[in-house]
């Protein structure tokens, strides 16, 4: 019989065995220590970590038991890797950190003009942002489209305020290695 300690990681609760939980503890202080980030933003970093632990957590686990244990806690520290890019406490370097994922569409709050509409479009469709925004003042010229296009995109889309959302917005899977690319935006 194990010991089973509950915890909550990104507002979800979860059971961990005695050993998983003490496994989760020592990745996430390697973790913490290998983060080349200000002090200041360590916690910020440390929480949408904790965020994305639960989100793998919840869909390694059924809906009914959600008792998490060694296996899944090693499995989901491989996934993540640490921020260096490095695996090294849990087995071999990140095959491919990188590869692309379907990306989803954002305004980009680090490359905005006014809202970040045309710069969250131009990263979605791999187009150059000036670009975008040239045409986008075309259309508001040409019988004032663009500006109704713009608000509602605005209000429709959802800003990439997160770590996890840039890179999804990128295109590259949320691992520890590509959100610390974009903590420090």
Request: a negative charge; charged letters at 20%.
């Given at each position: 019989?194990?010991?089973?300690?509950?915890?909550?990681?990104?507002?979800?609760?979860?059971?961990?065995?005695?050993?998983?939980?003490?496994?989760?503890?020592?990745?996430?202080?390697?973790?913490?220590?290998?983060?080349?980030?200000?002090?200041?933003?360590?916690?910020?970093?440390?929480?949408?970590?904790?965020e994305r632990i639960g989100e793998l957590f919840?869909?390694?686990?059924?809906?009914?038991?959600?008792?998490?244990?060694?296996?899944?806690?090693?499995?989901?520290?491989?996934?993540?890797?640490?921020?260096?890019?490095?695996?090294?406490?849990?087995?071999?370097?990140?095959?491919?950190?990188?590869?692309?994922?379907?990306?989803?569409?954002?305004?980009?709050?680090?490359?905005?003009?006014?809202?970040?509409?045309?710069?969250?479009?131009?990263?979605?469709?791999?187009?150059?942002?000036?670009?975008?925004?040239?045409?986008?003042?075309?259309?508001?010229?040409?019988?004032?489209?663009?500006?109704?296009?713009?608000?509602?995109?605005?209000?429709?889309?959802?800003?990439?305020?997160?770590?996890?959302?840039?890179?999804?917005?990128?295109?590259?899977?949320?691992?520890?290695?590509?959100?610390?690319?974009?903590?420090?935006?």
């Open positions: 019989m194990k010991n089973i300690i509950n915890v909550s990681l990104g507002g979800r609760g979860f059971a961990l065995e005695e050993d998983a939980y003490n496994r989760l503890n020592q990745y996430l202080e390697h973790y913490r220590a290998k983060l080349t980030v200000p002090e200041l933003q360590k916690s910020e970093v440390m929480q949408e970590m904790e919840a869909s390694e686990t059924s809906s009914g038991a959600r008792v998490v244990t060694l296996p899944i806690v090693e499995k989901v520290a491989g996934v993540l890797g640490m921020p260096d890019g490095s695996n090294e406490t849990y087995g071999a370097p990140n095959p491919n950190p990188t590869s692309r994922e379907a990306k989803k569409l954002y305004r980009d709050a680090d490359n905005k003009s006014i809202a970040g509409v045309c710069s969250g479009l131009a990263t979605y469709l791999d187009l150059d942002v000036a670009l975008v925004r040239v045409l986008m003042l075309v259309a508001f010229i040409f019988g004032s489209a663009g500006l109704w296009i713009y608000i509602i995109l605005w209000i429709v889309m959802p800003i990439a305020d997160t770590p996890a959302k840039r890179c999804e917005m990128h295109g590259v899977p949320p691992t520890a290695e590509n959100m610390s690319r974009f903590y420090n935006k």
